[in-house]
């Protein structure tokens, strides 16, 4: 049995009790939905009979669009590791001046969802790359 066909037999089973009872708020207590729920399986039921009782398949919902671009994302995690002391304020702020109109939400965002979302982040992405390219910093070498 599944999950489809136990939903449908817990609603017949409601609308039974309450014909049984002769009581629609005490079949509705005794199973835990409310009296509008009720009604709602019950329209359902004298409208297609108890195969409208079965649960409804709704299409997924698509989520959030991208609202943001790759050039504009590339030019927020450009400016974000060449000044990685800054927060997404000031990254959003400094991008509106070049006519990059961004909020600081989704500059937040944006880095956030790269690994970049803090400074401490930043600044080891930017550690590790001089690491490779230059060689790690002893006094020696300093």
């Given at each position: 049995?599944?999950?489809?066909?136990?939903?449908?037999?817990?609603?017949?089973?409601?609308?039974?009790?309450?014909?049984?009872?002769?009581?629609?708020?005490?079949a509705c207590r005794e199973a835990g939905i409310s009296r509008t729920l009720f009604?709602?399986?019950?329209?359902?039921?004298?409208?297609?009979?108890?195969?409208?009782?079965?649960?409804?398949?709704?299409?997924?919902?698509?989520?959030?669009p991208v609202q943001l671009d790759t050039t504009k994302e590339r030019r927020i995690v450009a400016m974000a590791l060449a000044w990685p002391t800054w927060g997404p304020q000031r990254v959003s702020d400094q991008l509106r001046m070049q006519s990059i109109?961004?909020?600081?939400?989704?500059?937040?965002?944006?880095?956030?969802?790269?690994?970049?979302?803090?400074?401490?982040?930043r600044l080891l992405v930017l550690e590790v790359h001089s690491a490779k390219s230059a060689g790690l910093l002893t006094e020696r070498t300093r």
């Amino acid at each position: 049995m599944t999950l489809e066909d136990k939903v449908h037999a817990f609603r017949l089973h409601v609308l039974q009790r309450a014909e049984e009872l002769g009581n629609v708020s005490a079949a509705c207590r005794e199973a835990g939905i409310s009296r509008t729920l009720f009604y709602r399986w019950k329209k359902r039921f004298t409208r297609y009979g108890a195969d409208g009782l079965h649960p409804r398949r709704a299409a997924a919902r698509p989520g959030r669009p991208v609202q943001l671009d790759t050039t504009k994302e590339r030019r927020i995690v450009a400016m974000a590791l060449a000044w990685p002391t800054w927060g997404p304020q000031r990254v959003s702020d400094q991008l509106r001046m070049q006519s990059i109109f961004v909020s600081s939400t989704t500059v937040w965002r944006a880095l956030h969802r790269l690994g970049l979302g803090t400074r401490a982040q930043r600044l080891l992405v930017l550690e590790v790359h001089s690491a490779k390219s230059a060689g790690l910093l002893t006094e020696r070498t300093r």
